[in-house]
């Protein structure tokens, strides 16, 4: 597996195009095509994982929300009882 990633490095490597008088004429284009492909990927795997965050963190604030105001209401029923329940005093 190791010696995979590695030619996959080397290949991408030797596409940088600070290399291009380097190479030799026939490998030119495939090397390039292969380092701008990975260079695209890149990009697009970085705005992927970036709406995932987005969506993930939207998902907490919709969890942390729900709860709030579930605790909210609870708190509130409970007041609402609380103060039905004790006698009105009256004033003298």
Known sequence: MWRGVLAAVLVYGCGHPALEGYRPDWLER??????????????????????????RVAGYIRIFTDRFQSEVSKDVQSTKARLS???AKSAD
């Open 30 to 55: 495939p090397l390039q095509g292969f380092y701008q492909e990975v260079q695209k990927a890149a990009v697009n795997g970085r705005f992927a994982l970036a709406s995932f965050d987005q969506e």
């Open 85 to 87: 329940s004790t006698p």
